[in-house]
């Protein structure tokens, strides 16, 4: 099998199987919604304070929702059997995990850049803002996602790994929070997005080159 | 039945091979050749290493000495050429809960580099007896049912080595012989196959037999 035929088969089984429990990809999104909701219950109702603080809290109930999907990743796969198969198809790994990663992007990811207008609105996020909140989640969830892979691998067949994969990936997304949240700022400050937005392209770069060989490598130890 | 694939550098050549469980040898100084039409009858006490000796040869587990030819090339080096030249169903079904019994081996055939068109599809599901059981979801399938797909796959698939770990465990009689049929045309086409299992396979072709020796001195 070619890569291209090996990741268009991970994409496509791993979006038919998420087709199949939706109920487990809606929780991640109600999740989102949910810790997005609470912020100005908890906190004064003051508009101002709110737009101030609206892109950081997206983006931490982002980066938590998406770390709530991570575990089904790969630890399905390895509990049934199907990752043994993975690993000895003749086809390259790299490439099927991409697909399925992937995959895994367009389904709780996904949902989330296009949810986040709707957490600027309820946090009355200038238009502009909006956008620019979008546009970051929209660079920065694949170095998510694939910072997550390679935790999600690293960390099969571990005791408790759930809770050792959350210790695993938050203190390397911190970057990737940093530079979302901050873009918003930025912009507002009359200082641009650009930067943060070049930075969040390059780490989505660098995780899409990189990504799948680190977690195909990972998959391969877990075996041995 | 596979013929076509099989050329006569078909061989598997096994030197030496030792595998730990932890700090615990399972087993040292396993050795064996395999030749096109010759199988392995792999026995021996439970935890004697029966299915650690299996996936180390597919590749799933590193043996802590030894080394494992195949066509004269050691595998490990060309991983890709071993991987398109064996078949391997462990323990593990590698099949999904909630799929469709067609649709699981329709994903395992592409997976496979096969064809898994529909009326192939159907054809080898009736081959097994699974074609009323088509639609029915993965998890529906009772344990017989469940390896009768797993023999689905080995026969939908073109590789001349198989790799079975208890291939015929929760099989009716009928399955047991369906089982040996499969085996036996796959052997006589040339195949090679290493089973492990306690039950007496009904195969015409006589196996060489390997037990692997129970508590050793560590």
């Known amino acids: 099998m070619t890569a291209g035929a090996a990741i268009a088969w991970g994409l496509r089984r791993d979006l038919a199987l998420a087709m199949r429990s939706r109920a487990e990809i809606a929780i991640v999104l109600v999740f989102f919604v949910l810790v997005t909701s609470l912020f100005p219950l908890g906190l004064e109702p003051d508009p101002v304070l709110l737009a101030k ?54 389904a709780t990811s996904l949902p989330l850049v296009l949810l986040a207008p709707l957490a600027g609105i309820q946090f009355g996020l200038e238009p502009g803002a909006i956008g620019i909140l ?84 990972a998959v391969r130890i877990s075996f041995e | 039945m596979n013929g076509d694939d099989v ?75 071993w991987h398109a030249a064996i078949a391997y169903q462990g323990h593990l079904p590698g099949c999904k809960d909630n799929l469709g019994a067609a649709d699981n081996l329709r994903w395992q055939l592409a997976l496979d580099g ?14 097994v007896g699974l074609e009323r059981q088509a639609r029915l979801d993965y998890q529906r399938l009772s344990a017989g049912q469940r390896r009768r797909l797993g023999l689905a796959r080995l026969l939908g698939i073109h590789r001349p080595l198989w790799l079975l770990d208890e291939p015929t465990t929760a099989l009716d009689a009928s399955g047991q012989a369906l089982f040996g049929q499969i085996l036996g045309a796959h052997l006589g086409g040339g195949g090679l196959a290493i089973c492990a299992t306690h039950l007496d396979l009904p195969v015409a072709i006589e196996p060489i037999r390997l037990e692997l020796g129970g508590a050793r001195p560590s």
């Open chain 1, 134 to 217: 979008a546009a970051t989640l929209l660079l920065g969830t694949p170095v998510l996602a694939w910072l997550g892979a390679i935790g999600a691998a690293l960390t099969l067949g571990a005791r408790g790994g759930a809770a050792l994969l959350a210790l695993l990936v938050l203190p390397l997304a911190v970057p990737v929070l940093v530079f979302g949240a901050g873009a918003v700022e930025s912009s507002r400050a009359g200082l641009g997005a650009q930067a943060h937005l070049s930075l969040l392209g390059a780490g989505a770069i660098l995780s899409v080159v990189f990504g799948p060989f680190v977690t195909a490598l």
């Open chain 2, 114 to 127: 096969e064809p898994a068109t529909p009326a192939r599809l159907r054809e080898l599901l009736g081959r």
């Open chain 2, 7 to 81: 050329v006569d550098a078909d061989r598997l050549e096994v030197e030496g091979l030792a595998c730990a469980a932890g700090v615990r040898t399972l087993f040292d100084g396993v050795g064996f050749r395999l030749g096109p039409g010759q199988w392995i009858r792999l026995g021996g006490p439970n935890g004697c290493g029966k299915s650690t000796l299996l996936r180390a040869l597919a590749g799933l587990g590193r043996p802590i000495a030894g080394s494992i030819r195949w066509r004269g090339a050691a595998t490990a080096a060309s991983r890709d050429a």
């Open chain 1, 53 to 106: 603080i609206a892109p950081g809290i997206a983006w931490v109930a982002a980066l938590l929702a998406s770390l709530l999907g991570l575990p089904r990743l790969f630890a399905a796969d390895h509990a049934d059997g199907s990752l043994e198969q993975l690993a000895l198809a003749p086809a390259p790994l790299p490439a099927l995990v991409a697909g399925k990663v992937f995959a895994h992007w367009v």
